[in-house]
């Protein structure tokens, strides 16, 4: 295949500059002038003339980062080397069952498109919904916040638009942009290939060639929305919280992942076979990586909703924002989330509504272990957190933890914990009407107040895992 000559080539010529291949003349007098070479031979690899209308030659001038010896340095050209020359040339010819997974890119776009250094924005996600094209950019891992102010132009073929700011976000997390499909000629039922470009003063963003992968022809009322790591704890907590949705009558899980989206995969593959869930590819770039992966993950989390949010609209009447050990639980035993807010549809939400929000009750082990012994449900799969931990504080505490499911339709911009750009929130009494229960530290938590309402999800929960992995 084209694209895998394209990256064995690059591969060969990194394993060359680290094993001194590359002449060290050649090096010290013009450090691109092997790289010009490659450009061609990658090129061609791609089937590709550098003369070739809308071919993706690359000019590699500047590629190249030298170390105080006057050698290559092998670590900044592998991932400018990837970035400016490989990647542009696969995906070029690639086509939409080779690009897109779902309605969503297959290469996450985040570790594509962003490892540079520099004090730019990071991007997010490019979608199309409504008839427009839209993109997510991160700008909460920049120090400047004029990118809010840059303009920004998007570049489909020959034709180009300026983008419009799709709301504004006050604290400048998150920069939504959109541009209508009419203006650059888009056709939403194949993948396309967009550029995005931001300029302010002698400042230039450009995130080139991004493709956007036609939308899923599916319709829901209620889905979740969430992010997770990899690591084996996140993992092994994922089908249970899946499953609980599903029993709460959510359509679909959409889960962001941020690290190894094949390792999840590992795990998940039947929950996603069955329908129940999409992964997406959301990798940190390099810029990222240095990062401690708490601070990385809360960076891209409002990104991440706000994608979700806009890929929902059209597709989904509801969608709830909230983590894999958060659970929305009914207050009313007979009652699930989706019959909730369908019966409050007719009674309680007009159109001013923008979105609903629960108040956070923190659930774990009880202070006494005995009592905690008695109270821990012992079926089979019995280490589920709605099995192990039935025990919460006297009342609702740290009061400013809450989380929403929003109208995507009815709101522009949401910071995690509320509507920061829309319509009108609406508060669920925690009493009466519905909480979130949250399985935060809840192991080493010491609860005095048994509570074990969420026992009555132990077994549908069961029942849907050994449905969906047998058993």
Avoid at 1 to 8: C, D, E, G, I, Y
Avoid at 321 to 328: I, Q, S
Wanted: charged share 20%; net charge neutral.
């Amino acid at each position: 295949m084209r694209h895998a000559v394209a990256v064995l080539t690059v591969a060969a010529v990194l394993r060359a500059c680290r094993a001194g291949g590359t002449s060290a003349s050649a090096r010290r007098t013009d450090p691109g002038a092997s790289l010009k070479n490659l450009a061609a031979d990658i090129n061609r690899a791609a089937g590709h003339s550098a003369g070739e209308s809308g071919s993706p030659a690359v000019d590699v001038d500047g590629l190249v980062a030298l170390d105080a010896q006057g050698r290559v340095d092998t670590e900044v050209l592998e991932s400018r080397l990837y970035d400016k020359i490989a990647i542009r040339a696969i995906h070029h010819h690639d086509d939409e069952a080779a690009t897109c997974d779902k309605g969503y890119p297959r290469q996450s776009m985040i570790a594509k498109y962003n490892d540079i250094s520099g004090d730019v924005p990071l991007f997010g996600d490019l979608l199309t919904a409504e008839g427009r094209v839209y993109a997510v950019i991160n700008c909460r891992v920049v120090r400047d916040e004029g990118w809010h102010r840059a303009t920004w132009t998007f570049q489909h073929g020959s034709k180009t638009a300026v983008a419009s700011t799709f709301g504004q976000d006050p604290h400048k997390h998150t920069l939504i942009l959109y541009v209508d499909h009419k203006a650059l000629n888009i056709d939403a039922t194949t993948v396309q290939h967009v550029s995005i470009r931001g300029v302010i003063g002698e400042k230039t963003s450009v995130f080139d060639h991004v493709p956007l992968c036609p939308p899923v022809d599916d319709r829901h009322f209620l889905t979740a929305c969430t992010s997770t790591l990899t690591k084996d704890k996140e993992l092994a907590a994922l089908p249970e919280w899946v499953a609980y949705n599903a029993v709460q009558g959510f359509d679909h899980s959409y889960i962001y992942v941020n690290d190894d989206v094949d390792r999840a995969r590992l795990v998940l593959q039947p929950l996603e076979d069955a329908g129940l869930l999409t992964l997406i590819n959301w990798q940190p770039s390099q810029r990222q990586r240095s990062r401690k992966i708490g601070t990385r993950h809360f960076l891209e989390q409002q990104a991440q909703q706000n994608s979700c949010l806009l890929r929902a609209r059209g597709r989904s009447t509801w969608v709830a924002l909230h983590d894999t050990d958060e659970f929305f639980a009914p207050v009313d035993y007979g009652a699930t989330v989706e019959s909730m807010l369908r019966a409050m549809s007719v009674t309680k939400l007009d159109d001013s509504i923008g979105a609903v929000q629960a108040q956070t009750w923190f659930y774990g082990v009880h202070a006494n272990a005995s009592i905690q012994a008695t109270t821990h449900k012992q079926p089979a799969l019995s280490n589920l957190a709605l099995a192990k931990y039935a025990s919460r504080d006297v009342a609702a505490i740290n009061v400013s933890y809450t989380k929403l499911i929003a109208r995507p339709e009815h709101v522009s911009y949401v910071s995690v914990h509320m509507v920061t750009l829309g319509m009108l929130t609406l508060p669920l009494d925690a009493e009466s009407e519905m909480r979130l229960v949250h399985y935060k530290n809840a192991d080493a938590s010491g609860y005095n107040v048994v509570d074990t309402r969420m026992h009555a999800f132990v077994e549908p929960v069961i029942k849907v895992l050994k449905h969906v992995y047998g058993g």
